[in-house]
């Protein structure tokens, strides 16, 4: 039996993870504050801390440095309602076994205590690490809880020399994860390489990343260090990693095994001790397997992968967001901070956003622009973004979207209770059958197939929704007869 300490002062989250210890045959003790924590410690080592971030008088992380001096490998989990960047690398530099944010499920807690009370082998002790400056030039904004997973794995893998991987929709914010990876690294005094190859041919992007020497091709009167060179001693981001041509790849993965490169034109190796970031809005693994991405530079790519959430996947931060925006905007601009009507943040929050956090902003200043220091209204924003214009919106995506927003409506109507289901097959299933049974011509057996249903089926169902006579062909014909 272990023996738990729960540090928090809301007593309802006290009671039920006190509940969940003693459930699991464990004992608890509970502190509702910093002082009676280091007093319960002192008293009585406990075997795990669950301590939360926002306590009375002095903050946990503060408290969590006092216990470690006292109880050094006790493990701490870290709990949060107001979770950002900058709490999370703090808690995971100084040792907490993990970072929850609330409001979370019983169930997750179970799992962490059931790993953290798991033997292990004693480790060098982590705490005493200093936090870093607070001062970002690139923040990140987000309060939900995708993106505060986001920012548990910046923590966790920025001490390291991993290669990082970043996937995520254009304008969800890949290069600011990027720089915020580098920012709490140990090569934060190294430079932040940037590499745009989207847009390059082969032999221009195998000279931006290798440099050249001087008469290596016409034109280059100077030799020029590559951006590799450039990077020694700090991190290298690769935008758009999918994109880098075949032929490259070979090359870049030499220089990521070796730390070493040949310049276009040259015959003397140059040595580069980088940390290497790549970003794609594509699917690697799924190119990689498509043999249009090579399999071992993609290993070397994706040694740890963070995944940066879309914009309409955590709608709580549209509001952090967008004052931050209008706030940064307005410097910008010189004016003085606007304020908004409720139909302005209603709308905003209402949009899918296929263009994301990038989209968003545009918007505010679009907004901003037409209100010349004015309030912000609803009729200020410009049209969203047509569907199928953002080329990361797929229309798997799409198709989800809109059928979230076809719910959202139904769950309104007093009408749709006890038959949302039978309503939803009846706006769905029809245009998919007919069109299936349009793209092969009318004949019903090659459509069944396709569709994997019996022929009679789909034709009881066509019938069922008032479509049950063979559709055109493309020729205008009549479709041959069913079979």
Known sequence: MANLLIVDDEPDICWGLRRLAERLGHSAEVAADGEAALRSVAARPPDLILLDVRLPGRDGLEIMREIRSLHAKVPIVIMTAYGDLEIAVQAMRQGAFEYLVKPFELAVVRRIIERALQPRVDSADRSGTESPDAEDEFPIIGVSSPMQEVFK???????????????????????????????????????????????????????????????????????????????????????????????????????????EFLPVGGTRPVRSDFRLISASHRD????????????????????????????????????PLVRH?????????????????????????????????????????????????????????????????????????????????????????????????????????PPLLQRVLQRFGGRYLAAAKVLGMHRVTLRRKLQQYGSGDPPRAADGSQGSRPC
Do not use: C
């Not at 390291?160 to 140990?186: C, I, M, N, P, Y």
């Not at 280059?220 to 450039?230: K, S, T």
């Not at 410009?382 to 797929?394: D, N, Q, V």
């Open 153 to 259: 794995q910046i923590a966790l893998v920025a001490p390291t020399d991993a290669a990082v991987l970043l996937q995520g929709e254009s304008g969800t914010g890949k290069e600011l994860v990027a720089r915020a990876v580098h920012r709490f690294s140990r090569r934060r005094e190294g430079p932040f390489i940037v590499a745009h190859l989207a847009s390059l041919s082969p032999s221009l992007a195998e000279s931006e990343l290798f440099g050249h020497v001087r008469g290596a091709f016409t034109g280059a009167e100077e030799g020029r260090a590559g951006l590799l060179e450039r990077a020694d001693g700090g991190t290298l981001f690769i935008d758009e990693a999918a994109d880098i041509p075949l032929l490259l790849q070979v090359k870049l993965l030499r220089a990521l095994e070796y730390r």
């Open 284 to 319: 690697i693994a799924r190119l990689a397997a498509e043999n249009k991405f090579r399999h071992d530079f993609y290993f070397r790519l994706v040694t740890f992968e963070i995944r940066i959430p879309p914009l309409r996947e955590r709608p709580e931060d549209i509001e």
């Open 325 to 429: 925006f209008v706030r940064q905007l307005s410097q910008r601009m010189g004016i003085e901070l606007p304020s908004w009507d409720p139909g302005f943040l209603e709308e905003l929050q209402s949009r899918p956003w296929r263009g994301n956090v990038r989209e968003l902003r545009s918007a505010l200043e679009y907004a901003m622009i037409l209100a010349r220091g004015g309030a912000l209204r609803r009729e200020m924003l410009p049209p969203p973004l047509l569907a199928g214009s953002a080329e990361s919106i797929s229309p798997s995506a799409s198709l989800q979207e809109l059928i979230g927003r076809w719910t959202d409506a139904m769950l309104k109507e007093e009408a749709a209770k006890g038959e949302l289901y039978d309503r939803f097959l009846r706006v769905v299933e």
